[in-house]
């Protein structure tokens, strides 16, 4: 398949592996972090750690939508459902996230509640004007890859006047939590970098530009990545190269979809209905300022938040979950007691083991064999 099959070549992932070997400094260390966890998830995939050059580690970053979404947020979206008696419609990862109380949306619905699976806000939409007697929500989460459909259904819901259709908004800015995780640089549980592997899909919206000023200011490289093996292997070679000059750009690997400007429309949809929140409270990050979107006034009868009067209270990841610290890049998915043993992508107990661009989701899947191995000290 046309840009697929091209970017999984085994023997062009070598050849540039091979470049990256030669290339690194032996004297110096490349902490690389890969932002979203659609790269997680291809380094996992591909075994992609296996052809690195130990001076060269990645380290997991919390661009996993579902990951960084607090418990406290969960529980009021159960709290809409169970409470206010809505219909509550999202997406699949969010139904199986660990909430408080030993619940989760999915257990909430098994307990009665009317929760459904959408594939698309579109399809929640629907719903509520299929059933004109009943309140729908839509719980949006998401970066800014999902956020231009929230806008575009607000707005249609506006222009068709549905009385009964609301969103409850949680989504969030990639800019804003990179900013978070280099000023906490210096902290005892903060993680030291050296690159970012940029966001792919985030940027076909918001463009490169975002990270320039970035970049600058912290000195250190971006390059925007695609989501392919050899994508990623080509973008970490770039970073090495970047590193070894001294130089802290924003290089765009992915020029296939992403641009400067980014999607110009979609930005302007987003402006029109959303603007930005003082602060959110992120699972692992703790509170970023400036991170998250609220609906704007002007577009207040379909705010869930302010229909029902929603507050937000902190809620503590169980203690056995290492999930905050794997989301800071300070821990790895082995590093959690429970991994692949009490908490498995079946039964999850953090919000990492749910969806597949969760870190140790994508380690149980393609790694946990190797964890196991090299723990026992075989290999
Ligand atoms: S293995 Fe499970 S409990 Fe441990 S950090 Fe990952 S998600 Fe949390």
Redesign the pocket.
């Known amino acids: 398949m046309k840009y697929i099959d091209e970017f999984r070549d085994g023997e062009l992932a070598r050849g540039i592996a091979a470049t990256i070997a030669a290339e690194v400094q032996p004297a110096r260390r490349y902490r690389l972090m890969e932002f979203c966890g659609g790269h997680t998830h291809a380094i996992s995939r591909y075994g992609l750690l296996d052809l690195l050059p130990p001076a060269v580690r990645m380290i997991h970053g919390p661009g996993c939508p579902v990951c960084v979404l607090p418990i406290g947020r969960i529980d009021s979206a159960i709290e809409l459902a169970r409470e206010h008696g809505v219909i509550l419609c999202t997406y699949a990862d969010t139904l199986r996230v660990p909430a408080s109380g030993g619940l989760s949306l999915t257990r909430a619905k098994a307990q009665g509640a009317d929760i459904r699976m959408v594939y698309s806000c579109d399809d929640a939409l629907r719903i509520a004007q299929e059933n004109p007697a009943r309140e729908v929500v839509f719980f949006a989460i998401g970066f800014e890859t999902t956020t231009p459909p929230t806008a575009a259904i607000i707005r249609q819901a506006a222009a068709l006047d549905v009385p009964n259709f609301s969103v409850f908004c949680n989504h969030v800015l990639t800019p804003a939590a990179m900013v978070h995780i280099m000023e906490s640089e210096g902290d005892p549980d903060a993680v030291a970098l050296d690159g970012f592997v940029g966001p792919a899909h985030v940027s076909t919206v918001i463009g490169s530009q975002p990270y320039e000023a970035f970049a600058a200011h912290y000195h250190r490289p971006v390059v925007i990545s695609g989501f392919e093996p050899l994508d990623v292997m080509q973008s970490i070679l770039m970073l090495v190269r970047q590193i070894n000059a001294g130089r802290a750009e924003v290089e765009n690997q992915f020029t296939r979809a992403v641009s400067r400007e980014g999607n110009r429309k979609a930005q302007a949809l987003v402006a029109e209905i959303f603007e930005l929140r003082e602060a959110f409270d992120w699972r692992g990050l703790g509170e970023v300022p400036r991170s998250a979107l609220q609906i704007r006034p002007a577009f207040a009868r379909f705010d869930a938040e302010r229909r029902y009067g929603i507050g937000y209270r902190q809620v503590a990841d ?1 203690k ?4 905050a610290a ?1 989301l800071r890049g300070h821990k790895h ?1 082995a590093d ?1 007691k ?3 043993t009490v ?1 498995t992508p079946d039964h ?6 749910v969806s597949s661009e ?1 870190a ?1 989701a994508a380690y149980y899947t393609y790694g946990r064999f190797n964890v196991v191995v090299k723990e026992a000290g075989v290999a």
């Not at 056995?320 to 999930?323: G, I, N, T």
């Not at 999850?348 to 083991?353: K, Q, S």
């Open positions: 169980p056995a979950c290492e999930c794997i998915p959690c429970v991994f692949g908490c999850p107990i953090g919000a990492c083991m969760g140790c």
